[in-house]
């Protein structure tokens, strides 16, 4: 299973574009990159996903590179409703594979 | 509301109490989680049930006992609990094989005194 690693915090101003960055070199094929966000005291949201091309929805938008070693969650507009702590999940597809959430990244919006 | 609901959302209980947590989902998912969540530390995966069966047991403390009667409803019963069992408890649910994420409910928020 591949491991993921994010920056533990990064902050960015109200308005501007959150650019949140996962690196993920052990992923595998059929692995798919999940984002998920968690408001404080809440239970984790579930954002995007993508096996390799990017996607886009009304949240965000996921940008996987070209080698699937790595990819960035981006917000275009960030709102401060945004500050949150952000998951990177590898996970196969299908089977019963659990993924772990692991530390994610802590994104604080400020005015 | 995420389609997920956990009641109670908060519960202060002794260590000698017994309380059990409920989960309900009517998103037609067939496997449902509960994960612990302490005070800045990561999700602990507890259990999962897939199908109404439980699939997974990550070593938690016979104190945690969960139940899932059909594929709508789970729920976590708790008994003789110590201070240090104060956490989140949040439940999930999903399709058996996750492909399309996991809804997670908004949480209980437990407190032992």
């Known amino acids: 299973d591949a491991k993921t690693t994010q920056p533990p915090s990064m902050d960015c101003a109200e308005g501007r574009a959150a650019n949140l960055p996962c690196n993920h070199s052990t992923i595998s094929g059929n692995e798919y990159v999940y984002w998920y966000r968690q408001i404080h005291s809440q239970g984790p949201q579930y954002i995007i996903h993508?096996?390799?091309n990017n996607e886009t929805n009304e949240m965000a938008s996921l940008i996987i590179t070209e080698d699937r070693k790595s990819s960035t969650l981006i917000l275009p507009h960030a709102t401060l409703r945004d500050t949150a702590v952000y998951y990177c999940i590898a996970k196969p597809s299908g089977g019963s594979y659990i993924p772990t959430f692991g530390r994610g990244t802590s994104l604080i919006v400020h005015p | 509301e995420t389609g997920v609901t956990q009641t109670p959302r908060h519960l202060v209980m002794g260590m000698t109490n017994k309380k059990s947590l409920k989960c309900e989902q009517h998103?037609?998912?067939?496997?449902m989680y509960w994960y612990k969540q302490s005070a800045k530390k990561p999700l602990e995966l507890m259990f999962v049930?897939?199908?109404?069966?439980?699939?997974e047991n990550n070593s938690v403390p016979s104190r945690f006992s969960p139940e899932c009667p059909n594929s709508s409803h789970l729920f976590l019963h708790l008994h003789t609990l110590q201070p240090e069992d104060s956490a989140l408890y949040l439940c999930a649910s999903s399709l058996s094989d996750g492909n399309y994420g996991y809804t997670f409910g908004s949480g209980t928020r437990l407190t032992v005194v």
């Open positions: 993508g096996l390799k």
């Open positions: 049930y897939s199908l109404e069966e439980r699939v």
């Open positions: 998103l037609g998912h067939n496997a």
